[in-house]
């Protein structure tokens, strides 16, 4: 048993984190401020390889887990440039087609996600369902060797940048007038699918839409996977997902620590001891210190779990690291914003804009108190409230 991550994971680390200190927060800020995506850093990671460690090797994958890709974006995040697309693109949708995806859907989306030429975004929350995804109404009906598809879905990440979105719906039996959960890979530029902006205060290049899709015409082939396996297939990205946010979350905490801990020694104000020679302020980023290692080590434990094959442990280790995670990465940015002092808000070092951005990992891509339901029923056994 050891607590080490492999050789190749801690050599991939590196490489990234070298990539990354290339474009740094400073390209992240004006992309984000320029209403633009990293494009430039996007394609080079792909190039290189980053995008698609996970995906199978024979599509043109690095062929290694969930792991490797969680490290990818831990690192991008702690120099600066989280992306959500990473969470959805390689993780859920890639996830999913690779272990789901009929051989022809396989061939035709995972060597585009590999490289990241091909972008999926993923879309679940619906206006009136949000958390409850049991409520969801998007639904799915036969027409010919076909499927029309319609409904409504909110906050969905990326649509600007993506070429197709995998959007979770009903299909409704004609017969017995059942539905069961469907998973449907869905061209943007499909007749009937419109995606709209939603204003955000997050200074982000990822950006969020509504999409309506009215009647959205789909070949047979767009219904990924088995129609008898729906919820598997969807619970089957739901824990990459948990651990990739986790890791976006951890490294985007490392990175506030990083400015503070910089700061708290340079900066002097009484005489010519820095203010981080004082427990005021030493305490506090310790403490975020220890939390943040405590989610990593859980994030790590639950991509091994996932890794190994063992979905119902990840399902719970997922959970927890995501909690940890975001706890840990709002803390660290709210200690980093009061050890730079007025600093801490100033645009130049770009740690306001974190405190919204770090607000986020309680939120999605699963909220703190979903997260806290599922430890109180599933890990306590306490009585379901809702
Ligand atoms: C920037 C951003 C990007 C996103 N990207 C995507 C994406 O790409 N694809 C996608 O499908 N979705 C995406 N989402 C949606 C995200 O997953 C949801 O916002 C999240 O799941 C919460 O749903 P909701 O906003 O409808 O909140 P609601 O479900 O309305 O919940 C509101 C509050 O009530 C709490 N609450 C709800 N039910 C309970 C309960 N039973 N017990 C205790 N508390 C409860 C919640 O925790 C929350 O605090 C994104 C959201 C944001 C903000």
Known sequence: MTFNEPAERVELRAVVADFAAGYGSGYYRAR?????????????????????????????????????????????????????????????????????????????????LATGRTIMAFAITEPDAGSNSHRITTTARRDGDGWVLSGRKTFISGVDVADAVLVVARIRDEGSGTLSAALFAVPTGAPGFEARRIEMDLVSPDHQFQLFMDDVRLPGDALVGDPEAGLLQLFAGLNPERIMAASLAAGSARHALDK???????????????????????????????????????TQHAALRYDSGDDAGAGEAANMAKYAAAEACVRAVDQAVQTLGGNGLASEYGLGSAIAAARLARIAPVSREMVLNYVAQQ????????
């Not at 890990?379 to 809702?386: E, H, T």
């Open 32 to 112: 984000a401020g320029e209403g633009e995506y990293l494009t430039e850093l996007w394609r080079e990671a792909g190039e290189l390889g980053y995008l698609g460690v996970n995906i199978p090797e024979e599509y043109g994958g690095g062929g290694g887990g969930i792991g490797d890709l969680a490290a990818v974006l831990e690192e991008l995040s702690a120099a600066g440039c989280p992306t959500l697309m990473m969470v959805v693109s390689p993780a859920i949708c890639g996830t999913v087609l690779a272990r789901f995806g009929t051989p022809d859907q396989r061939r035709r989306w995972l060597p585009g």
């Open 379 to 386: 890990s306590l056994g306490l009585p379901k409230s809702y």
């Open 260 to 298: 503070a801990v910089a700061y708290a020694k340079e900066r002097t104000v009484w005489g010519d001891r820095p203010i981080g020679a004082h427990q005021g302020l030493a305490h506090p980023l310790a403490q975020v210190k220890i939390e943040l290692e405590q989610a990593r080590l859980m």
